[in-house]
């Protein structure tokens, strides 16, 4: 019976305060790393898609609409239209890798949080369902004594 006997108090407490330490500590992420999360968060949003979606459609249609005297990217070929666009997307693709890099180690993190918590959790609720035994098995022992009294006794009269 000695080997159920529920964690004490103040051993959860302690491990609980050891855990919520060892994951208070975060990883200190360079500037130029918090500019490349910003760029990741930034670009995967619905407004970058309507301005790149926006100068795109402005310089198409100046290129093909305007006089000829007035456009700058000739119509088919849109040479600097598709070199500028290339740029930006060679720029912006290791940017956005190492952003999600970023994001995906902070996730992985968080759940590994998450896992030690659970894992202390199940712990603690294995300790209380023992104490709750424990003292149900405490509970019918007082109640059979009490039985064997009043039986004892109604012998006796």
Known sequence: ??????????????????????FKVTKKISKLNQLAVWITNKVGSMGF?????????????????????YRFDPYPAFVLWLFLSN???????P???????????????????????????AIENETILIHLENQNNIILQILRNIESSTKNIDEKT
């Not at 019976?1 to 060892?22: G, H, V």
């Not at 301005?51 to 006089?67: E, K, Q």
């Not at 940017?95 to 959790?121: P, V, W, Y």
């Open 95 to 121: 940017l956005i890798m190492l952003g999600q890099n970023l994001q995906s180690s902070h996730s992985d993190s968080r759940a590994d949080t998450d896992l030690k918590i659970n894992e202390l959790a």
């Open 1 to 22: 019976m000695t080997e159920n006997l529920p964690l004490k108090l103040e051993e959860l407490k302690r491990r609980r305060e050891a855990y919520m330490q060892k």
């Open 49 to 69: 898609f309507m301005m790149i979606f926006l100068w795109t459609t402005i310089w198409l249609g100046w290129n093909i609409i305007a006089p000829k005297d």
């Open 87 to 93: 740029m930006i997307q060679l720029f912006l693709m």
